[in-house]
């Protein structure tokens, strides 16, 4: 079974900093995309940034100069530092990856169980 969990959320003052943790486990046989979303109370859930097997990075505008994402593919981990956060970075931050699972023979779409990034003002 697989599955992926984050770790790393909590409450933190406007200008702060967190960072975000995702593992994938269970019988894995590749991993292309690995990425986070977030989504805010009344708001549809958004992608924050991506990051593909080879490197390639996309994300919202509205975090550049402020968030950075990291991969390292040998344990299966993406990590999402943000810095200077503001109020309106509070959501549910989602971890998401496209897997191939071992006894699979298509990718698909995983989701972790969400983690609560609350930024005060």
């Known amino acids: 079974q697989v599955q992926l969990v984050e770790s790393g959320g909590g409450l933190v003052q406007a200008g702060g900093s967190l960072r975000l943790s995702c593992v994938a486990s269970?019988?894995?046989?590749?991993?292309?995309?690995m990425g986070w979303y977030r989504q805010a109370p009344g708001k549809q859930r958004e992608l924050v940034f991506g990051?593909?097997?080879?490197?390639?990075?996309n994300y919202v505008d509205s975090v550049k100069g402020r968030f950075t994402i990291s991969r390292d593919n040998a344990k299966r981990m993406v990590y999402l530092q943000m810095n200077s956060l503001k109020p309106e970075d509070t959501a549910v931050y989602y971890c998401?990856?496209?897997?191939?699972?071992?006894?699979?023979?298509?990718?698909?779409?995983?989701w972790g169980q969400g983690t609560q990034v609350t930024v005060s003002s």
């Open positions: 998401n990856a496209n897997i191939l699972p071992k006894y699979g023979s298509a990718y698909r779409a995983y």
């Open positions: 269970g019988s894995i046989s590749s991993i292309n995309f």
């Open positions: 990051i593909t097997s080879g490197g390639t990075t």
